[in-house]
T-cell receptor, first 111, second 113 residues
C-alpha cells in the first residue's frame, strides 16, 4: 500500500507571506495526486490534481498554485497568503488500484 | 458536471443503526468510497464499492448502490459512540489512472449514549 508524507503538520503564517507545502508518496509509481482544502466545519474542496510530472489541473480559481517536479512529489504554494487561505490541507494519491490514500494533513492558520 | 452531495448531519442513539446517504451526478463514476474523519485527523477509508456492484457488506458496514438513481448509502449497524465522526462520500470520476476523486461535503454523525 501507499504511504503519503505531508509536512508540516501545523503552520501559522502572517498575511502576505509565502507558502510551500510538500507531499511525497511511497509505494506506487505514476499516481494521480491531489490537494484538497477543508475549511473549518466544511467539506473537502478539490484544489488541484495532477496525472503526471508537470501536469496540473486547477479546479477552482484561487491564490494558490501547485507543482509536480517529480513523479511522487506534489507541492502547494502561494506567493502571498490571504486570511481566507486558512484551513486544513490534505494531499491524496490514487493509482490503478481502488483505494485513495491520504496524508495526515497540514493545518494552516493565516494571521 | 461532477458533484457529490450528502446531508450534513445525522443523530442516532447508541445501538441503533445509522444510514448516511449520498448522491452523485457523474454516471462515469467507477468507484464510490466512504471515508471517516475524526476531529483533527486525516481521512480513513472505511469501505468502497465498484460501480457494477449493488451491495457490499463489511462487518457492521453495509454499502448500497443504486446506479440508476446515482444514490449511495452507508449503513452502520449497532452504532457506537466511537462512530461519532464526519463521514465523506467520494466518487472516482473517469477511468483508470486518470480518474479524479470528488468528495461530498461530509455528514456529521452524532451518537448519543
Amino acid at each position: 500500500s501507499q504511504t503519503i508524507h505531508q509536512w508540516p503538520a501545523t503552520l501559522v503564517q502572517p498575511v502576505g507571506s509565502p507558502l510551500s507545502l510538500e507531499c511525497t508518496v511511497e509505494g506506487t509509481s505514476n499516481p494521480n495526486l491531489y490537494w484538497y482544502r477543508q475549511a473549518a466545519g466544511r467539506g473537502l474542496q478539490l484544489l488541484f490534481y495532477s496525472v503526471g510530472i508537470g501536469q496540473i489541473s486547477s479546479e477552482v480559481p484561487q491564490n494558490l498554485s501547485a507543482s509536480r517536479p517529480q513523479d511522487r512529489q506534489f507541492i502547494l504554494s502561494s506567493k502571498k497568503l490571504l486570511l481566507s487561505d486558512s484551513g486544513f490541507y490534505l494531499c491524496a494519491s490514487t493509482d490503478r488500484n481502488t483505494e485513495a490514500f491520504f496524508g495526515q494533513g497540514t493545518r494552516l492558520t493565516v494571521v | 458536471g461532477e458533484d457529490v452531495e450528502q446531508s450534513l448531519f445525522l443523530s442516532v442513539r447508541e445501538g441503533d443503526s445509522s444510514v448516511i446517504n449520498c448522491t452523485y451526478t457523474d454516471s462515469s463514476s467507477t468507484y464510490l468510497y466512504w471515508y471517516k474523519q475524526e476531529p483533527g485527523a486525516g481521512l480513513q477509508l472505511l469501505t468502497y464499492i465498484f460501480s457494477n456492484m449493488d451491495m457490499k457488506q463489511d462487518q457492521r458496514l453495509t454499502v448500497l448502490l443504486n446506479k440508476k438513481d446515482k444514490h449511495l448509502s452507508l449503513r452502520i449497524a449497532d452504532t457506537q459512540t466511537g462512530d461519532s465522526a464526519i463521514y465523506f462520500c467520494a466518487a472516482r470520476v473517469g477511468s483508470g489512472n486518470t480518474g479524479k476523486l470528488i468528495f461530498g461535503q461530509g455528514t456529521t454523525l452524532q451518537v448519543k449514549p
